[in-house]
């Protein structure tokens, strides 16, 4: 059975880092795309950033420069380490994982970013 489960979610100023964290069990993070996804009230979920089994990464234009993924194979856990966050990147982020053709997601966390 597979499991994500994402933590490190909070409340946080403008200008504020928030590191979060995806650890998986009955998957190897190393063999499959990992992603970070987030979900805005009214919006649609959106790819924050990923990182392919190559260790290819990808980041939406909005969080380039500010968001970095990371992906520790010894602890099969992969990092959403966020830096100078905006109000506008208030939302539920989910962490995902894509191997043998199926896609699986974390519980979400929340982030919130306001004074």
């Known amino acids: 059975q597979v499991q994500l489960v994402e933590s490190g979610g909070g409340l946080v100023q403008p200008g504020g880092s928030l590191r979060l964290s995806c650890a998986a069990s009955?998957?190897?993070?190393?063999?499959?795309?990992t992603g970070w996804y987030r979900q805005a009230p009214g919006k649609q979920r959106e790819l924050v950033a990923a990182?392919?089994?190559?260790?290819?990464?990808n980041y939406a234009d909005s969080v380039k420069g500010r968001f970095t993924i990371l992906q520790d194979n010894a602890k099969n856990t992969v990092y959403l380490q966020m830096n100078s966050l905006k109000p506008e990147d208030t939302a539920v982020y989910y962490c995902?994982?894509?191997?043998?053709?199926?896609?699986?997601w974390g519980q979400g966390t929340q982030v919130a970013v306001s004074s």
């Open positions: 990182i392919s089994s190559g260790r290819n990464t």
């Open positions: 009955g998957i190897i993070f190393s063999t499959c795309t």
């Open positions: 995902n994982a894509k191997w043998n053709y199926l896609d699986y």
